[in-house]
């Protein structure tokens, strides 16, 4: 589109336009579009020129498609009209599209086509006009079009629905006295809700919004107290304009069975909960499927009292009624720790709460028994008369009883308060039927049971001394192996029949001995490394410990004795080669053997260090 056009339609500029167009078949009128796909009329309409309309309209008096076209976003001049609030531009389409139906075969295809025309989000012009709240244009197209009233966006939102939920009470108020209002798809809302779902849930954005506004402000509270209940009168009176005109409306739910009442409940609005049970009391017995809780659970559970004082005013007997896990108003009050519910109902409802009070749930907890699992410390509740304090759960537990033997209450501010005060009051604690723990298994010399903690985590750390221990193992296996075949004395080189034989083979006694503690030493070892490398099997395994422990502790015994041979070979050794120097031999051993007694003691100390880590590890018996 030419670019002095397109200002020329954005500004009502009827010469400027038809300088522009004049003359142009409607062909190449409409081929001129902006980038998002508007025509002339949709710029026109946009900014509410009516005149310009009227005339751009008159230069093609029998050219239908101008009404129909749509743009980018599917939206038709009907659609920018109704949005931007232009009644006057509506008037001018709509009487065009009648002026049109004088040809039979067009104009009834295009009165009604325009009105049926849905944008890229399936809102029709009705939609758009009610969803920025344009009175006049919603009155003008229900008037002409009374069908859209049942038209339904891809959110699955009705005109009246977005009345509704945005709190525009006129617009409930005219379309609620529209014709074609007995469909239910006049009521639809997203997630199975209807009208006055969007109503009962609108109240409470309408009074936050009235609030956050007002704190904006500098006015006093008194100013803000009175616009809260003009405000409050307005969301209101859309709940009592559909109750009057649908008064089925209360008894429907949503997708998760929720009804509106519900959502009064929870939301805390008293004078809402009011109007719904007038219109259907039977709804205050109604338990949502999800959890089973009716409206004054719910209420119960946010702590909404004066909610609480509507519903059992009106309908007593709903104060009984239970949820799926059978607890009552006392005990969801107190499992959500809404200490004023708990009050409200000690002082002003001493009938109900005396059956309350005795009431267990389907795991047999009494509401006392609730209390003592919970952070809410309520003495007076503990001091009625009718709680009792001995009762017992399907656990066999009393309230006295889930106090001091719970763990997960450790980190219970009001633990400590609530004990006690059970305590004052004689609650009585039922240790023969106490479920406690089981006790951490013993563990035996053939290893550790596998489901203590503390023995796990000393299974890990012998896995760790277990790999050092293999390396002492290789180490004394490598010295042994290479000193088998280095002789002290050297081997006879050559001009004898014994050539490569030891030279003092057959001299020293030393050397008899030398040979067989290296053996020894050479043979444990190795049988050492042999249990170590079974042990492995074992090793990554808690179950099969007793078979790890019992290898480890071999393993660790040979490679003392290797150690201990391989001693007593470098002193015999030493002794050889030193045998004709006495002195100097003779006081090398002394030196050598008296490192036994030393070695002796370690062995001693360290055993009855290991003994005793085992012993602190192990839970006591019973």
């Not at 001049?77 to 009487?95: C, F, K, M, P």
């Not at 209390?371 to 309230?399: E, M, W, Y």
Request: hydrophobic share 45%; glycine share 6%; charged share 15%.
């Amino acid at each position: 589109m030419d670019s002095s056009l397109h200002n020329a339609a954005i500004a009502g500029n009827i010469d400027a336009i038809f300088s522009h167009i004049k003359d142009q078949p409607a062909e190449q009128v409409l081929d001129q579009r902006t980038p998002n796909m508007n025509t002339i009329l949709h710029l026109a309409s946009q900014f509410g020129h009516t005149r310009a309309v009227q005339e751009i309209l008159a230069a093609y008096p029998s050219y239908p498609s101008l009404l129909t076209e749509v743009n980018s976003n599917k939206d038709s001049a009907l659609h920018l009209a109704a949005r931007g609030g232009h009644s006057g531009v509506v008037s001018v389409l709509i009487d065009h599209a009648k002026v049109l139906d004088q040809d039979l075969e067009i104009g009834k295809q295009m009165w009604s086509g325009i009105s049926e025309l849905k944008n890229e989000d399936d809102n029709t012009a009705l939609h758009e006009g009610t969803r920025y709240n344009h009175i006049e244009v919603v009155s003008m197209l229900l008037q002409e079009y009374p069908n859209l009233i049942i038209s339904i966006n891809k959110c699955q939102e009705s005109p009246l629905y977005l009345a509704a939920s945005r709190g525009f009470h006129d617009l409930v108020n005219i379309i609620t006295d529209a014709d074609g209002l007995n469909s239910l798809k006049s009521f639809k809302g997203p997630n199975g809700r209807t009208a006055l779902h969007g109503a009962v849930i609108c109240n409470s954005k309408g009074i936050y919004v009235i609030v956050n506004l007002f704190n904006l402000c500098d006015l006093d509270w008194q100013d803000v107290l009175i616009v809260l209940i003009i405000g409050s009168f307005c969301f209101t009176d859309c709940t009592r304009k559909l109750l009057e005109k649908c008064i089925f409306l209360a008894s429907m739910e949503d997708e998760g069975s929720q009804k509106p009442l519900h959502y009064a409940a929870r939301l805390g609005f008293a004078n809402l909960v009011s109007q719904l049970l007038t219109a259907d009391e039977y709804v205050a017995y109604v338990a949502e499927r999800n959890e089973g809780n009716t409206a004054l659970l719910l209420a119960a559970s946010v702590g909404h009292v004066s909610v609480m004082k509507e519903l059992i005013s009106l309908c007593p007997n709903c104060c009984y009624m239970v949820n799926i896990k059978g607890r009552n108003a006392l005990h969801v009050a107190i499992e959500h720790e809404q200490k004023n519910v708990i009050e409200y109902l000690l002082e002003e409802c001493p009938t109900i709460i005396s059956s309350l009070i005795i009431e267990k749930d389907e795991d047999g907890n009494t509401p006392l028994h609730l209390l003592a699992t919970s952070n809410c410390f309520v003495p007076r509740l503990i001091q009625h008369p009718l709680a009792d304090k001995g009762a017992l759960n399907k656990k066999h537990l009393t309230p006295l009883d889930l106090v001091n033997y719970d763990d997960k209450l450790s980190t219970l501010v009001a633990k400590s308060e609530i004990a006690e005060e059970l305590k004052r009051v004689g609650a009585i604690l039922h240790l023969p039927n106490v479920r406690l723990p089981p006790p951490a298994p013993i563990p035996t010399a053939s290893g550790p049971p596998t489901t203590n903690p503390n023995i796990k985590s000393m299974h890990e750390e012998m896995k760790k001394e277990a790999d050092t221990h293999m390396l002492v193992a290789a180490l004394i296996v490598t010295v042994t192996f290479t000193v088998g075949f280095t002789m002290p004395g050297g081997y006879i080189q050559s001009g004898s029949l014994n050539q490569g034989m030891a030279v003092l083979r057959t001299k020293s006694i030393a050397f008899q001995a030398f040979i067989m503690s290296d053996t020894v030493s050479f043979l444990f070892s190795v049988t050492a490394l042999l249990l170590y490398f079974f042990a492995a099997n074992f090793a990554t395994n808690l179950a099969d410990s007793e078979s790890f422990h019992y290898l480890i502790a071999h393993g660790y015994r040979c490679n003392i004795f290797a150690l201990g041979a391989m001693i007593v070979t470098f002193i015999t050794g030493t002794y050889t080669v030193l045998e004709h120097a006495s002195a100097l031999a003779i006081t090398t051993c002394v030196i050598a053997c008296s490192i036994f007694p030393i070695h002796l003691a370690i062995i001693l100390n360290v055993g009855k260090r290991m003994g005793s880590r085992e012993s602190n590890a192990a839970p006591p018996v019973g």
